[in-house]
């Protein structure tokens, strides 16, 4: 022990020094136990809880290897667990050898304290009436045997407990003096530390209120207060951010073993290596990570790190390798997490989810990489062996992730096939108080964190238009030399724009590692805000990352910059993610339709919903092979076959050669089938509210209309696909087989898109532009499920719904109505339907036109139909 | 040793007792008494953007941001005439206080048990959802909200 101690690390003796307060702490407690004990030596709970404490103290001082100690504690444990387990009765006598146990302990700790070693006496003497108490005879059961046993007597033990007791006052007099180390600290409790950091909150927010008031009078003797108020109320934060403030370290210390037992059990060489253990943390962050790190260090472990021979075929080093790094960056912590193991198998993350129902085929197919990395942190995504071998504590990647985000981090996941992966956690270092910019939009103020904050930038004068320039449509801004994406906060927030400002603001914003300008009405100043949650009721708004409390007493809200860089587009990082992010908008806001914008033969400009892509490619000609008469394409393990849309569109146009190489193609999906449509340039993908102008004769073409300032043909997909492929999309059996649906919606376009979905389907689809045309239509034909615009003219979908109450035969066909928007959907408006569904949200549609069909042919007769009806439109709801 | 703090969380809906009452339009709520953490009058609210309509805004109560919901926006209720100022009902609930916007206070009633009934079959969806059931009082009807899924509102 003493070699080791001199050798001793730093870090040892501060564990040393940690077991010494918690060991006085014990002892005390201990004390008061035993005392208690005596008077009711019934209480099993007592005594149980004496004997872990002596347990505790034992373990601990066989890991330091403080030897006398580990054995006088040792048998007073042999003791308390006979007592414990009822084999022998509590007496006076056997509380005094404990509580003598206990002084001793308290001599050796004092001298470990004061020297390091556990000093000369032994306490063998003590041991031994220790080992003798506990190895006589037992008194279970039988009293005259404990009579005879060499337990003390009656008077003996009086003798014991009136000659014991003295000598403990002694040694407490003249020996040990009270403990140091137990006297410097202080253990409080954490709710107290809590609430006095909630207390400093309030305190600063008070004191931002009065340096307020002051900076409106011209007081000398306030000002002066003000200023020393302001100083003692920063540096009483700091020191009680301080008093919460602890090591990394402390949640690190047992990983080593995490890993090793992993290690271990998985038959893997592990080597683990930490760096940063000193970076502090807040208390309840400290609290909050603990749980995830040991996830990610086990996640590592198993599925990071490979077998030995794995790794030795493959070129590594048999022992692989776990760092563990923290780092202070920029006011926040960085813990990465990385292993030099296998990577992540993006392909095969893209299978789970797949299998897991998670995501669905076309939408896995529309992953970056980075987005497929990101889906091990979706719900549901653990895999089998991790619940049944290695977490199996039900904490999940999603789990990780939410954890590290309900702190206010941010979790990244970077991995390279054979070479490893690294998880990246980026924490505040408090969550408490942060400084913040405060920016006025729409007349309502919100606090920015500075931590996003990059810089801010002031357009003046009549020229500052021209500074924010448009690229199709975005407004973008040149910054040294660099295009920086901008957004308006106020579009992002739906709110008023204030009068023509005579200046820009823009507010220059990162998240994560992009950068963009949010451009505000004005810009006030920077304070320490205290940050507050919303309640749950906002919780899912991503705008925002809290509340907080202004010097006025007035709440303003607290923007999350990742949140509004997301919902305007501005953080999209490729046409792959900007369609994600899209789509993600697009179910807030669906009046804008997203077409993407396309070139083909004579026609210019083509387009179609974005929706109904599944994914843009290219091909080289040299790929392009025949098959049944048509040209196809191997893709992704399938055939896929193509489609010429010049040959199509323009079918009297003598077909040059094919110049073009590689091939764009839009590759369009159905459920298990694809069609590639070839195309001879992909120009845009544009966002906005459509209005069909003017309908084409031309088969193969909706109609036309303007999209950003110029004419642009809207493609009939439906067409397109019917006129090559026959009955490729045929013979699908949709749902709706020989079932008429009639579309009744103003807009021309939205009918081509709803048309060509029921098409696929199997649906027989008529359609009608207003009441009247709805009216004749069903007066022609029997029709099963009307679809109708809420705002069908003349005077909206409800109208539909009378009409068809009216006549006697029409009463039961049920009536769904199309909305623009989700929101929409959750309108009142669409109460009088038997359904209502987002009209661009294909699925939902689908499902909700079969479910309608389906439930008039097994209600035809009865009266479940009503329950039917009600049930689909409280679904509807 | 943390204390355990006495939820205040007996469920009076069925069994009668104290309850706290106010107006919304011509409803007359009632809710536990030991639900109710106070009673306001109309404060400064920060209007939060994006926010379900049923949100008016945020409050400030004694330095804890507190969400006011309108209840007449969550009863589908028509809006309140312009110069008339709704008062906060705070109510506690599982996640912390909640304020609700009411029309006007009441008196603390106290109900007996023999007088409820379970909220009739075809009232409102939007009503029957947050209503538990209602008291037959002599002169009129008590309706007891259930408060909790009153403040369940998905952003």
Redesign the interface.
């Known amino acids: 022990m003493q070699d080791q101690d001199q050798n001793g690390s730093l870090q040892d003796q501060d564990v040393i020094r940690e077991f010494l307060v918690e060991s006085h702490e014990n002892l005390s407690r201990l004390d008061q136990e035993l005392v208690e004990l005596e008077k009711h030596p019934q209480e099993t709970a007592l005594l149980a809880s004496v004997f872990r404490t002596i347990h505790t103290i034992k373990g601990t001082c066989g890991f330091f290897a403080f030897s006398t100690l580990e054995r006088i504690t040792h048998q007073a444990e042999n003791l308390l667990s006979q007592l414990r387990d009822g084999k022998r009765k509590l007496t006076p006598s056997l509380i005094s050898l404990i509580l003598e146990t206990v002084d001793a302990t308290r001599k050796v700790l004092a001298s470990i304290e004061a020297s390091g070693e556990e000093g000369p006496d032994q306490f063998g003497e003590l041991a031994e009436r220790l080992r003798q108490a506990a190895h006589a005879p037992t008194d279970a059961g039988n009293e005259p045997a404990s009579g005879s046993a060499p337990a003390p007597s009656p008077e003996s033990q009086g003798e014991n407990v009136s000659c014991e007791t003295p000598e403990a006052l002694k040694a407490e007099k003249n020996g040990a003096k009270p403990s140091a180390v137990a006297d410097a600290n202080i253990r409080v409790?954490v709710?107290l530390l809590d609430k006095l950091m909630d207390l400093v909150?309030?305190l600063v927010?008070t004191r931002n209120q009065i340096l307020q008031f002051n900076t409106e009078r011209e007081d000398a003797a306030l000002n002066n207060t003000s200023q020393r108020l302001n100083l003692i109320t920063t540096e009483l934060q700091e020191g009680v951010m301080k008093t919460r403030m602890q090591p990394i370290g402390m949640v690190w210390n047992k990983l080593p073993r995490v890993v090793r037992d992993m290690a271990v059990a998985m038959g893997k060489q592990i080597e683990l290596e930490m760096d940063g253990a000193d970076t502090e943390l807040d208390r309840t962050i400290i609290e909050a990570i603990k749980d995830p790190l040991v996830h990610l260090v086990r996640n590592s472990c198993d599925h990071g790190i490979e077998p030995p021979e794995v790794r030795v075929r493959a070129g590594k080093p048999p022992q692989g390798k776990l760092s563990l790094r923290a780092y202070h960056e920029g006011g926040q912590v960085n813990i990465e997490i990385g292993d030099d193991g296998a990577g992540i198998d993006v392909a095969r993350v893209k299978q789970k989810a797949l299998e897991k129902g998670l995501l669905r085929s076309e939408q896995v197919e529309k992953l970056s990489d980075r987005e497929a990395l990101n889906l091990i942190f979706l719900p549901g995504f653990s895999t089998a062996q991790q619940v049944t071998n290695v977490s199996g504590r039900g904490v999940g990647m999603d789990v990780v992730k939410s954890n590290i985000e309900k702190i206010g981090g941010v979790v990244d996941i970077f991995s390279r096939t054979g070479e490893g992966s690294t998880v990246k956690l980026k924490i505040p270092l408090t969550l408490a108080i942060i400084p913040g910019l405060v920016i006025m939009s729409?007349g309502?103020?919100f606090v920015i964190p500075q931590v996003s904050l990059l810089e801010l930038i002031r357009l003046e004068g009549d020229s500052s238009d021209k500074h924010i320039e448009l690229v199709h449509g975005t407004p973008v801004y040149r910054r040294r030399g660099s295009l920086l994406p901008i957004a308006y906060l106020n579009q992002v927030?739906?709110?008023q724009s204030a009068e023509r400002a005579e200046a820009v603001n823009i507010v220059v914003l990162q998240a994560e590692d992009r950068q963009f300008g949010l451009v505000v009405d004005g810009i006030n100043d920077t304070q320490e805000i205290v940050v507050?949650p919303?309640?749950?009721?906002?919780?899912?708004?991503i705008?925002?990352a809290g509340?907080?409390?202004m010097g006025d007493?007035?709440?303003?809200?607290i923007l999350d910059v990742l949140g509004i860089g997301q919902l305007s587009g501005v953080l999209a990082e490729s046409r792959e993610q900007a369609r994600t992010a899209v789509e993600q908008k697009s179910q807030s806001d669906l009046k804008q339709q997203r077409l993407l914008l396309f070139r083909a033969g004579s026609f210019e400009r083509l387009a179609v919903p974005l929706s109904l892509v599944a994914r843009l490619e290219e091909f080289p000609l040299s790929s392009i092979e025949s098959a049944g008469g048509s040209q196809v394409v191997q893709y992704r393990n399938r055939i896929l076959p193509l489609v010429s849309l010049r040959a199509l569109l323009e079918p009297d146009v003598p077909q040059q050669q094919q110049t073009l190489d590689p091939l764009q193609v839009v590759v369009f999906n159905d459920g298990d089938r694809s069609v590639g449509v070839v195309v001879d340039q992909i120009l845009d993908v544009a966002e906005e509210a459509v209005v069909a102008r003017q309908k084409s004769s031309r088969k193969g073409l909706l109609g036309s209309a303007v999209i950003s300032k110029r004419v642009t043909d809207f493609l009939d997909l439906n067409e397109v696909i019917h006129m090559t492929s026959g009955s490729w999309f045929q013979g699908t059996g949709g749902s709706g087989t020989g079932k008429t649906v009639l579309v009744a919606e103003a807009s021309a376009f939205s009918r081509g898109v709803i048309r060509s979905s029921l098409d696929i389907a199997g649906y027989r689809v008529i359609e009608a532009a207003d009441l009247n045309e709805t009216k004749r239509e069903m007066e022609r034909q029997p029709v099963d499920v009307v679809l109708a615009a809420l705002d069908l003219p003349p005077q909206g979908g409800a109208a539909v719904c009378a009409a068809l109450r009216e006549r006697p035969e029409w009463q039961r066909v049920p009536v769904l109505a199309l909305a623009d928007s989700a929101a929409q959907v959750k309108s009142?408006a669409a109460q009088a339907f038997n359904d209502c569904q987002d009209k661009f949200d294909r699925e939902a549609l689908l499902e909700a036109v079969a479910r309608l069909a389906s439930a008039r042919d097994t209600a035809e007769a009865g009266t479940a139909f009503t329950e039917m009806q009600l049930a689909s439109a409280?679904e509807g709801? | 040793?943390?204390?355990e703090i006495a939820s205040a969380k007996s469920d009076l809906a069925e069994s009668g007792g104290q309850f706290s009452t106010f107006f919304v339009a011509d409803l007359f709520f009632g809710v536990d008494v030991l639900r109710v953490q106070e009673v306001l009058r109309f404060q400064?609210?920060?209007?939060?953007?994006?926010?379900?309509q049923v949100?008016e805004?945020?409050?400030?109560l004694r330095?804890?941001?507190?969400?006011a919901?309108d209840l007449r926006r969550r009863l589908?209720l028509p809006p309140r005439a312009g110069d008339q100022m709704p008062t906060n009902v705070v109510i506690r609930t599982d996640?912390?206080a909640?304020s609700l916007l009411v029309d006007e206070i009441g008196d603390v009633l106290d109900v007996d048990a023999a007088t409820y009934e379970r909220p009739p079959e075809n009232l409102d969806?939007a009503a029957r959802e947050i209503i538990r059931g209602v008291y037959k009082l002599k002169d009129r009807l008590l309706v007891v909200l259930d408060t909790e899924k009153a403040?369940?509102?998905?952003?």
Not at chain 1, 534 to 541: A, D, E, I, N, Y
Not at chain 1, 553 to 557: E, H, I
């Open positions: 409790g709710g909150g309030e927010l729409g309502e103020r927030l739906d709110l507050k919303l309640s749950k009721q906002l919780k899912g708004l705008e925002y509340a907080t409390i007493g007035r709440v303003a809200l009142s409280a709801r | 040793m943390t204390n400064h609210m920060t209007h939060v953007p994006k926010a379900p949100i805004g945020l409050i400030n330095g804890q941001i507190v969400t919901i589908r996640d912390g909640v969806p403040v369940e509102i998905a952003a």
